[in-house]
């Protein structure tokens, strides 16, 4: 095959993708896919039945999570600012001690911090811990989107766009962070022992990056650089143009893997479709040669 399509951030319901890991490879087949990264939220059992998946496709399968992590940095006016930064993880060890532990402990965190919200929004909606559980896949890492699905099976609510609109954006009225997950660059150097390779998905997000006639936060970047960064998602729908520049710049000047990918959540949870950015073959290879930790799946 020679052209490449190769989206290395794919979520099922193992996290809070709409679709199981079965149906994900088969739209992944369908929309000429040829090599898939599955990186569902703080958990890897999406893994065995993805690789079962991908031979039987004939699709390359990288093995991959998408790690919560909370960034805590001081700004140019000395104050400290915490944030969320998601972190992807290529081919790490799944069975390392310290990798696989900080991974637990952030699912149970995110249950705790869920059933919080929940417990808010259900003073104003009809809706309860019973109804996101029964939107949760068996052993699926929970999540905000779990909670829009409740309320859409209440019929409060059309699609998940809407709740995040309305109910479950961040600093909003129902809105609780998430504590009990690690550090960003304690994460980065949590996955490169485990032999795994730190990107952080889409970087500054949604209008995260700096207001305009603001400097971009250059010192928090290379300091996750110095602990082992290995790149950015540049090409994610939700990262702007400018921002692209930037990270480009950022990535020649430390000699970083650039990756895109679809963030896909399956065809009703998010717009984002399979394969509409991809990573391109050298990159990927650069990927490969710096995962020790698990083996992808390769054709050729
Ligand atoms: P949480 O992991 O609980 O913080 O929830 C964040 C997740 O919600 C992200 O990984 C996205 O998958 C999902 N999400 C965020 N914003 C939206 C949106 N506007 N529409 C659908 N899903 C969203
Ligand atoms: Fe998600
Ligand atoms: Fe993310
Ligand atoms: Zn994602």
Redesign the pocket.
């Known amino acids: 095959m020679n052209h490449q399509v190769i989206d290395m951030h794919v ?1 099922s319901n193992k996290s ?1 993708g709409r679709e199981s890991v079965a149906e994900v490879f088969a739209a992944a087949a369908a929309a000429g896919v040829s090599t898939l990264a599955l990186t569902d ?1 703080d958990t890897t059992s999406g893994w065995p039945e993805a690789r079962e998946l991908a031979a039987k496709h004939r699709i390359g399968f990288v093995p991959g999570i998408e790690v ?1 992590t909370r960034a805590r940095v001081i700004d140019a006016n000395g104050q400290e600012r915490r944030f969320g930064v998601h972190m992807l993880a290529y081919l790490p060890d799944p069975n390392n001690a310290a990798l696989a532990a900080a991974l637990a402990e952030s699912v149970q965190s ?1 249950e705790v911090r ?1 059933r919080e919200i929940v417990a808010k929004i259900a003073n104003h909606f009809d809706v309860s811990w019973a109804d996101v559980e029964a939107e949760l896949t068996e052993g699926a890492t929970a ?3 779990a909670v829009a699905d409740a309320l859409i099976a209440r019929g409060h609510f059309i699609n ?2 809407e709740v ?2 309305k109910v479950l954006y961040k600093g909003g009225p129902y809105y609780v962070p ?1 504590r009990g997950v690690p550090e960003t660059k304690a994460a980065i150097r949590l996955i490169r022992e485990a032999g795994g390779v730190p990107v952080i998905a889409h970087p500054m997000a949604r209008g995260g990056g700096p207001k305009p006639g603001e400097p971009f936060p250059v010192d928090h970047f290379e300091d996750m650089i110095a602990e082992g960064l290995a790149g950015f998602e540049v090409y994610h729908r939700d990262v702007a143009p400018e921002v692209r520049e930037w990270l480009l710049g950022l990535a020649t000047k430390h000699d970083l893997v650039i990756t895109g990918s679809s963030d896909y ?1 399956g065809a009703t ?2 717009p984002n479709l399979l394969g509409e950015n991809t990573t391109s073959p050298e990159m990927l290879e650069r990927i490969l040669d710096q995962g020790q930790g698990s083996v992808p799946l390769l054709f050729d």
């Open positions: 979520h809070d939220h919560t995110r869920l999540g905000r989107p998940r766009g995040f609109e998430n959540h949870g998010k």
